[in-house]
C-alpha cells in the first residue's frame, strides 16, 4: 500500500517534479484518465482508489479477480472516502 500511494509514481513516465506534484493530489485526482494510462503502462488497474487495485504487475496475463474481492473493496472504497489511511488498514485487515 505504501508503494502504492508513494513510490510508484516514480516508476511511470512522469518527469520526478510532475510525480513530486501527483503524491500532493487528492485521491480522485490521483487516479484521472493521465494517470491511469501511465500506471496501466507499468501494469497497475485501479478501481476507485489507487489503493483497490484490479491487475498488478505480478498478475498473470489470465488471472481474473475475484468477483467477491473486488465487491468488497468497492464497498469499502466508497465507505471510507479519502480516508487512505483508514482504507489500507482495513484492507489489510481482511487480507485484501
Not at 505504501?2 to 487516479?31: N, Q
Not at 487495485?53 to 464497498?75: F, G, I, N, Q, T
Request: glycine content about 4%; hydrophobic content about 40%; proline content about 5%.
Amino acid at each position: 500500500m505504501y508503494h502504492l500511494r508513494h513510490d510508484a509514481v516514480f516508476e511511470t513516465d512522469l518527469s520526478k517534479a510532475e510525480a513530486e506534484a501527483w503524491r500532493g493530489l487528492s485521491p480522485a485526482a490521483r487516479l484521472s484518465s493521465r494517470y491511469r494510462e501511465k500506471f496501466k503502462a507499468l501494469g497497475y488497474e485501479f478501481a476507485a482508489s489507487i489503493l483497490d487495485v484490479l491487475r498488478c504487475p505480478a498478475c498473470p496475463s489470465d488471472a481474473k479477480p475475484d468477483p467477491a474481492k473486488v465487491a468488497l473493496k468497492r464497498e469499502l472504497t466508497e465507505l471510507m472516502g479519502e480516508d487512505e489511511d483508514g482504507l489500507a488498514a482495513i484492507m489489510e485487515d481482511f487480507d485484501l
